[in-house]
């Protein structure tokens, strides 16, 4: 089982940066890779920003080049930088890790909202 954690939510003015941060706990070995998604209301969840165990990271093409997703492997904690932030970027972003059995454990989600 394998637990994760955001932090790092909350209110920022557009054109504003915010860092989400996502502990991994416990059996993180069998994680595959680890992703920001979003979720507004409304509309359905999507995926921001994915970081694999190995491979190439992948951005959703409406954040690329503002968002920045990073993982500090002795800490077990993957990061999500967003730069020039825009009112359309208000969701509750959620960290989910894929697991090597096909599963995903997902966090508790957090908050950010950009005003205009």
């Known amino acids: 089982q394998v637990q994760v954690v955001e932090s790092g939510g909350g209110l920022v003015q557009a054109g504003g940066s915010l860092r989400l941060s996502c502990a991994a706990s416990?059996?993180?070995?069998?994680?595959?890779?680890m992703g920001w998604y979003r979720q507004a209301p409304g509309k359905q969840r999507e995926l921001v920003a994915s970081i694999p165990s190995a491979g190439r990271i992948s951005y959703a093409e409406t954040v690329k080049g503002r968002f920045t997703i990073s993982r500090d492997i002795a800490e077990n904690t993957v990061y999500l930088q967003m730069n020039s932030l825009k009112p359309e970027d208000t969701a509750v972003y959620y960290c989910?890790?894929?697991?090597?059995?096909?599963?995903?454990?997902w966090g508790q989600g957090t908050q950010v909202t950009v005003s205009s």
């Open positions: 416990g059996n993180i070995f069998r994680i595959n890779a």
């Open positions: 989910a890790a894929d697991m090597v059995d096909s599963r995903t454990c």
